[in-house]
């Protein structure tokens, strides 16, 4: 094997290192192989790349394995195909990169398990890449030359056997060293002429460039999340996500007012069908009333809004025809209909017709909030609040727990005190709790439960 080494400048380092990861939420490994991807279009005119990736292994952390006593690496080899597309500019390309990586499964630890240790048939043979890269990381970070320990500046020699026979005819080793990224390319001599590997290694600092520069540019406008900062990558597609976040809500672009995105609770997804069926628009409106004395309607707009802000899924839109999924949107602001009505010529017979039709008007799923206030006055004294809010956003033991929440809330905000800082509460955290679960091990308890079941009840 013969080898072509090249340096990207120490600003450039600086930039990927630090900068250019924001504009698209991503790793460095994410942008290395969107760049190399970039590299390989020009070089071959190819539009998929498929290439032999090698991590380090310890992503085992995540398993539930306890590594934190061990050293070194679990060295992983896996194969990944990548979709570069013909004309696809740097955005599309670093998303799609993006996305395409964070499909694989274990960051491809399962790869050698079903190759070497499960004897799969499908996967024996040659190993299906020509190319090999590995990133090896800052090493900057793990030998600092301020302490004991540093790089020794005498050869170690080769590292690897001159007969070893190599299954790939192109390896791309990357490491941050001395503040530069050092982009070594090994290649067969067999196979490829040296002009030929310093142009693609050219080529890929071009890239590398071009995306660090392209990066730079997008984060002054924000970040631009993909599907897999929702944990939807396997669902939805970026395209259909940057439509989706273009679009306008609430009179401002969806991306600008985002704060979440995810699949509906099991029982979420039984309301909405519901709601939907037959267009059963009433299904599942709750109301409740209930009558105040000497309403301050300022403190008591304030004091919703602040429920509002204590309570993300409050603040969410449902969305059923857009994605392959239904989704539910959490927005970081929403207004809320607070509408207040003089009622105090009419008889209660009017106060009911008012709640019979609030109730009626039902809710669009999309626009959030799924709930509204109502604050008629009935005399000189007393109001009657009418809440109407879709079922699908809580349960009757959460509306018990907000209407409290609301009543403190007011009356600290009435006797001129400050409402004490407190953290979200995000709907969120349960769905990922969801999505976390065994559903085997629940299945099989459930099966077992209703055997118990059946032979208690057979016996009785």
Request: hydrophobic share 35%; charged share 20%.
């Amino acid at each position: 094997m013969e080898e072509v080494s090249v340096l990207l400048g120490a600003v450039e380092t600086r930039q990927l290192l630090q900068e250019a990861g924001k504009a698209y939420h991503t790793e460095i490994n994410d942008l290395l192989l969107a760049g190399l991807g970039l590299a390989l279009r020009d070089w071959t005119g190819e539009e998929v790349l498929q290439i032999g990736l090698e991590g380090h292994g310890r992503e085992l952390q995540g398993g539930g394995m306890d590594l934190s006593r061990t050293v070194g690496w679990f060295t992983s080899l896996y194969p990944v195909h990548l979709w570069l597309g013909k004309d696809a500019g740097a955005a599309a390309l670093i998303k799609g990169v993006k996305e395409q990586l964070r499909k694989v499964p274990g960051k491809g630890l399962g790869y050698g398990v079903l190759r070497y240790q499960c004897g799969d048939g499908r996967l024996s043979g040659t190993l299906p890449w020509d190319i090999l890269f590995n990133y090896l990381g800052q090493l900057d970070n793990a030998v600092s030359g301020d302490g004991l320990l540093g790089v020794a500046s005498e050869s170690v020699g080769d590292s690897v056997s001159s007969t070893h026979r190599y299954s790939e005819k192109i390896q791309i080793n990357c490491k941050v060293q001395g503040g530069r990224l050092h982009i070594d390319i090994r290649y067969s001599g067999l196979h490829y002429r040296r002009e030929s590997i310093l142009s693609l290694s050219a080529l890929y600092l071009s890239g590398l460039n071009t995306l660090i520069s392209h990066c730079l540019i997008q984060g002054q406008q924000g970040t631009a999340y993909t599907p897999s900062d929702y944990g939807l990558e396997k669902e939805i597609s970026h395209e259909e996500l940057d439509r989706f976040l273009k679009e306008v809500s609430n009179g401002v672009r969806r991306r600008d007012n985002i704060s979440g995105l995810y699949r509906l609770s099991g029982l979420q997804q039984g309301m909405l069908f519901h709601s939907l069926y037959n267009g059963n628009a009433h299904a599942y409106i709750e109301q409740l009333c209930c009558d105040l004395i000497d309403v301050d309607e300022m403190v008591f707009a304030g004091s919703w809004k602040a429920i509002l802000d204590r309570h993300s899924i409050l603040r969410s839109g449902f969305y059923y025809d857009v994605f392959n999924i239904p989704v539910q949107c959490v927005y970081e602001q929403v207004h809320l209909p607070l509408l207040c009505y003089d009622y105090r010529s009419q008889d209660m017979s009017a106060v009911s017709a008012y709640t019979l039709s609030d109730r009626e008007q039902g809710f669009d799923f999309g626009s959030a909030p799924l709930m509204r206030i109502s604050l008629l006055r009935l005399d000189t004294h007393r109001y009657r609040m009418i809440w109407t809010s879709h079922h699908i956003l809580f349960d009757g033991w959460s509306m018990q727990i907000l209407l409290e929440e609301f009543l403190t809330t007011y009356e600290i905000l009435s006797s001129g005190g400050e409402l004490s800082a407190q953290e979200e509460d995000r709907y969120e955290d349960y769905i990922r709790f969801l999505e976390g679960q065994d559903v085997s091990l629940a299945a099989a308890y459930w099966k077992s439960y209703h055997v118990l079941l059946c032979f208690f009840f057979k016996g009785a």
